[in-house]
């Protein structure tokens, strides 16, 4: 069985394009993968805030200020690990946080503008 010129060009035009949408599917599949490793991360920050929240509330009734800023500040700097995107977010949180205990954000804390300054430190 032998196949015209046409034929065969038609064939090799469909295969292309079927192999450029399998791309273009795979890569979209990937990039779907990260956003679901963002939305766990924002899920189990928000099921975790109960526990945050009651820590805090131990912490500050023992009159233990200075395990609350710890406890506080480790959770800023997990937030700039895992969401390079949210800073200005992260920051305001931190000083809602820091306002609800009564003490001030650390001043080099208050000096960085971006994720980038915060990387730049080492």
């Given at each position: 069985?032998?196949?015209d010129?046409?034929?065969?060009?038609?064939?090799?035009?469909?295969?292309?394009?079927i192999?450029?949408?399998?791309?273009?599917?795979?890569?979209?599949?990937w990039?779907?993968?990260?956003?679901?490793?963002k939305?766990?991360?924002?899920?189990?920050?928000?099921?975790d805030?109960d526990?945050?929240?009651?820590?805090?509330?131990?912490?500050?009734?023992?009159?233990?200020?200075?395990s609350?800023?710890k406890?506080i500040?480790?959770s800023?700097f997990?937030?700039?690990?895992?969401n390079d995107?949210?800073f200005?977010?992260s920051?305001?949180?931190?000083?809602?946080?820091?306002?609800?205990i009564?003490?001030?954000?650390?001043?080099?804390?208050?000096k960085?503008n971006?994720i980038?300054?915060?990387?730049?430190?080492f």
């Amino acid at each position: 069985m032998e196949m015209d010129n046409g034929t065969i060009i038609l064939v090799i035009m469909v295969s292309i394009i079927i192999s450029i949408f399998n791309i273009a599917l795979f890569v979209k599949i990937w990039i779907m993968t990260s956003d679901v490793g963002k939305i766990k991360n924002n899920l189990l920050y928000v099921a975790d805030t109960d526990g945050f929240r009651n820590e805090m509330r131990k912490l500050l009734i023992l009159g233990d200020k200075n395990s609350a800023k710890k406890i506080i500040l480790n959770s800023f700097f997990e937030a700039l690990k895992n969401n390079d995107d949210n800073f200005i977010k992260s920051k305001e949180e931190l000083r809602y946080r820091f306002e609800k205990i009564g003490e001030p954000v650390p001043n080099e804390i208050m000096k960085l503008n971006s994720i980038e300054d915060f990387k730049e430190i080492f």
